[in-house]
């Protein structure tokens, strides 16, 4: 009864106060809530959404800290739940020390987010996008563990290019923090129908360069290497253990122009991945090796109808293998038993709400062909999902 | 030909007008400084990286303090004519920096008064209000095309 009455107290806070970041001197304390619900037709797809769950939720708080003009520190604590992947446990999403030797050069150490496309550093930020459900094309939550951030070091500046706007680069290098029981665990169990028992953290390095034009054009372009992700895990059917070694190179391009009240992006994203899986048993260890390619685009467009609504809409199509991609090949191999396992392809129609500068609410619907990214028995082809989100900001 | 007078008069309006309105707004705000900052002139790509927190340091060195208003005419005409967002945009673009941990977020006030207050009494403040605001305490900073 009194959690009951605190949370209400709370989120009768919430919808009333403009709330402000808090400041402790120069340490200054943001953060963010957000509840979701969502519903599919068919399917469990990202949580246990076939029949409806509002286990989809992300917390979050920051600290930053002014050490100097040019040196200074943060730290962000995340909670999320997604169905079975994520369960509220607190993760560090980011760590660094940042020095800022001029807007040319800069240099982050610690656990940084790490850029791959245009949206990919703030997916887990609901507030901050216009969908609940990014495009899977691009943002493929189950290869987020392995691309969001590392730990190890980055460097980034802007470039000013007078008449010509302006360029951002950011270039990295460091460790992958692949979690057990997360999006790359996802990831296995539905392309391997296996668990992720360990896992060796590996070496990723990339590159962003963003170009600002003064006429409302941006142009992206990104590449991530990644190198020797080494991990054991058990197939689910089998009970048979298997180790595997996977490398993983990823390009991604995109565009995005405004004009006035209206914003529209395109995006292409290409993943390919090379892995050697070793099977021990009592009749010897037997490795075999594959590559595929996934992948995908995306094209959106989003308007601004007055200060507190917006529209959006998006179309993505992704493949699970583009050289398989009316899925005949899986079909035959037997890894699939449907061919429209090998695509996703969503109509999604969102609309926003900013009912404060602190809280927004969206409202989403999605429209999919294909079960490329949906955990549940194959039976449907078309398929659709719905959600809403409330998300609070300080 | 009443009708061809008319069609005339709409065309000229309609070339003449966002041109007048781009002229007020460009006068409407006015971008203040500290004082003692030796600066006098930026361009206004210059202004958009300041208030973009791409530009960091001014050019003896010293750190930007970045000053915004929470909304108001004087934030309206910046984000339109000089930063090219709207209102929302703009939070969300910072909102994206903050919880990426890319910088900290401009102190925000609600009013010019506010605004001069503050930029008076930091070295390397740079803030925004209505150009027929009171101003005393701080130093204009002319724009350039």
Known sequence: ?394 | MKMLRLTYVFILAMGIYPLLGSSLAYTQELIVIHPDNSNSAVSQQEVKNIFLGKKTHWDDGSRIKIVVQKRGTAHDNLLKNTIGMTSVSFRNYWRKRVFTGSSRPPKTFKSDADVVAFVATKPGAIGYINSNSDHSGVKALQVNQ
Request: aromatic residues 14%; charged residues 20%; hydrophobic residues 40%.
């Open chain 1, 1 to 394: 009864m009194y959690k009951n009455r605190l949370l209400a107290a709370c989120l009768l806070t919430m919808f009333t106060t403009q709330a402000k970041a808090v400041e402790i001197g120069p340490l200054e304390v943001h953060g963010f809530l957000s509840q979701g619900y969502m519903h599919s037709s068919e399917y469990d797809f990202l949580a246990d959404s076939d029949g409806g769950t509002a286990r989809f939720n992300e917390f979050g708080v920051n600290f930053m800290y002014d050490l100097s003009d040019n040196l200074r520190g943060g730290m962000q604590v995340v909670s999320r739940d997604m169905g079975f992947l994520e369960d509220n446990s607190p993760m560090i999403d980011w760590a660094f020390a940042d020095y800022h030797y001029n807007d040319l050069l800069g240099l982050r150490v610690g656990k940084v987010k790490v850029p791959l496309g245009i949206y990919n550093n703030v997916l887990d930020i609901d507030a901050a996008r216009s969908q609940i459900i990014p495009p899977m094309s691009l943002y493929n939550f189950y290869l987020r563990d392995l691309t969001i951030a590392i730990v190890g070091g980055s460097v980034y500046g802007n470039i000013s290019l007078d008449d010509f706007g302006d360029a951002d680069y950011t270039a990295y290098i460091g460790n992958v923090p692949i979690e057990t029981g997360k999006s790359f665990e996802g990831m296995l169990q539905l392309t391997s129908g296996s668990t992720l028992d360990e896992v060796e953290n590996s070496i990723s390095s990339g590159i962003n360069v963003k170009w600002n034009s003064p006429y409302g054009l941006m142009l992206n372009a990104s590449y991530v290497d990644i190198n020797d992700i080494e991990f054991a895990g058990t197939d689910i059917a089998t009970s048979i253990p298997y180790e595997s070694k996977m490398e993983m190179y990823a390009y991604s391009l995109g565009a995005e122009y405004v004009w006035n009240d209206l914003t529209f992006t395109t995006e292409y994203l290409a993943v390919s991945q090379d892995m050697d899986l070793t099977v021990t048993s009592q009749f010897g260890s037997f490795t075999t090796s594959s590559s595929n390619l996934i992948d995908g685009w995306y094209a959106q467009a989003s308007y601004r109808i007055s200060e507190q609504l917006e529209a959006s809409t998006y179309y993505s199509v992704s493949y699970r293998d583009s050289d398989d991609k009316d899925g005949q090949d899986a079909l035959a191999a037997g890894s699939i038993t449907k061919a429209f396992q090998a695509w996703h392809k969503d109509i999604a129609l969102t609309g926003r709400y900013d009912y404060s500068d602190n809280l927004t609410i969206k409202l989403e619907g999605h429209y999919i062909d294909g079960a490329a990214f949906a955990f549940g028995t194959p039976d449907k082809r078309y398929w659709n999902l719905w959600a809403i989100k409330a998300t609070y900001t300080f």
